[in-house]
């Protein structure tokens, strides 16, 4: 009985470590140093690409609240660069930022930069929203679909002849 009882607690004190690691992943994401996600991972490399409580992987968040470095470390060991939450990719997180390093990053590593959100939001939709034209210019080199209309039926062009800006509006033409 005794070796039993000492089975389940083993084997519950695991999972709420495991847990509680992978909760730690999140923090280390929005505010901590490469050194510390670079031990983290090393302990723990299956939580590179959980979500957490609200659906958001560690690179989101990193890229989100523009932790660079640790978005860009967790990027080169393999983080999944089209993880999409119900609120977007990490491509869309860097984009409503103003993430311009990031974006960039990511869209060299391939990110699908015609994912879209629970919306139909994309990238480009957001980068015009946000009247990010660098970003756009890349977008658009990168294959992102002009024609695309979000779930209130609008396409990037629109957002941009709503929002005035001359500039955008003629890089959308």
Do not use: W
């Amino acid at each position: 009985m005794h070796i039993k009882s000492l089975f389940i607690v083993l084997f519950f004190s695991t999972i709420s470590s495991y847990s509680q690691s992978v909760t730690d992943i999140y923090d280390i994401a929005r505010k901590g140093t490469v050194d510390e996600m670079r031990v983290f991972y090393a302990k723990y490399p299956a939580s590179l690409n959980t979500l957490n409580a609200e659906g958001f992987s560690a690179l989101v968040l990193a890229t989100y609240r523009q932790n660079n470095a640790v978005a860009q470390f967790l990027i080169e060991n393999g983080a999944n660069i089209n993880e999409n939450s119900t609120m977007g990719s990490p491509l869309m997180a860097a984009i409503v930022k103003g993430n311009n390093e990031i974006a960039r990053l990511l869209m060299q590593q391939k990110a699908d930069v015609n994912s879209t959100d629970s919306n139909g939001t994309t990238a480009l939709i957001y980068a015009v929203q946000f009247g990010n034209s660098d970003i756009i210019s890349v977008l658009l080199k990168n294959g992102a679909d002009k024609k695309h209309k979000d779930k209130q039926g609008k396409t990037a062009f629109e957002y941009a002849v709503f929002s005035g800006n001359e500039k955008i509006i003629n890089q959308l033409k």
